[in-house]
């Protein structure tokens, strides 16, 4: 019973930003533009950039600030940190087309960096080793251009019917990662949400308000003491 709740909160781990790429409603649509930046007060500073797939744009949701950004932009908010917050999530977002399109987004100062890439990815099967290569590319681009800034790595998951050597290997390309470039790490981002029916929509895949403000706090958890 365990190994089969695990392959189920696993196989909506990887599936969840694929289905984006089908079916966008209006909120997602809005997504599509490179960001979507929310100030968190006029004496803002600072800025977060949360760059990845359709967990961060906020699929689903009836307003993207609902979305797991939305959700730590209002404690930024609450705690009065000079931080305005940028969700630059985009549904169906791979490595190679978040590695293509960060070059964009670094015309702007960033001084906290959110990387939540790798999911469909691991969805397409794609060889691990680009995976690496495209998150390594990524982080390397924003130490280049702001040597200064604090970078994040959510960590993701593949199902186990993937075959235990890829899901293996995927697992660790983040915790990896984030050792080799001394960067900040959340270990699973859909911890205590991924396969829980009531936490996600329809789809069983895509988290609800709900589920999203847990997977905030799995962030948060991280991201509190890098701020």
């Known amino acids: 019973m365990h190994k089969i709740r695990l392959a189920i909160i696993l196989f909506a781990v990887v599936t969840l930003a694929a289905c984006g790429e089908n079916k966008k409603p209006a909120a997602e649509e809005a997504s599509q533009s490179p960001s979507t930046e929310t100030k968190t007060d006029s004496s803002a500073s600072k800025t977060a950039l949360f760059f990845g797939d359709s967990i961060t744009a906020g699929y689903g949701l009836d307003d993207p600030s609902e979305a797991f950004p939305g959700v730590i932009k209002n ?13 630059a999530g985009l549904s169906g977002e791979t490595t ?29 099967g794609i060889p691990v080793t680009e995976t690496i290569k495209n998150l390594q590319s990524i982080i390397d681009k924003v130490k280049t251009k702001y040597p200064q800034a604090k970078i994040v790595l959510l960590g993701m998951q593949v199902p186990p019917n993937m075959g235990p050597d890829y899901t293996n290997k995927f697992k660790a390309v983040f915790p990896t990662l984030a050792a080799k470039n001394n960067i900040s790490l959340v270990p699973f981002l859909l911890q205590g949400v991924g396969g829980v029916p009531e936490l996600n929509q329809g789809d069983g895949i895509h ?18 003491g890098v701020l």
Request: glycine share 10%.
């Open 207 to 224: 988290p609800t308000a709900k589920g999203a403000k847990i997977v905030a706090e799995n962030v948060w958890k991280v991201l509190q």
């Open 75 to 87: 404690k930024i908010d609450s705690l009065k940190l000079p931080y305005k917050v940028i969700n």
């Open 96 to 124: 190679a087309g978040g590695n293509g399109r960060i070059d964009w987004l670094l015309k702007q100062k960033i001084d906290v960096f959110i990387l939540e890439l790798g999911a469909n990815d691991g969805l397409r």
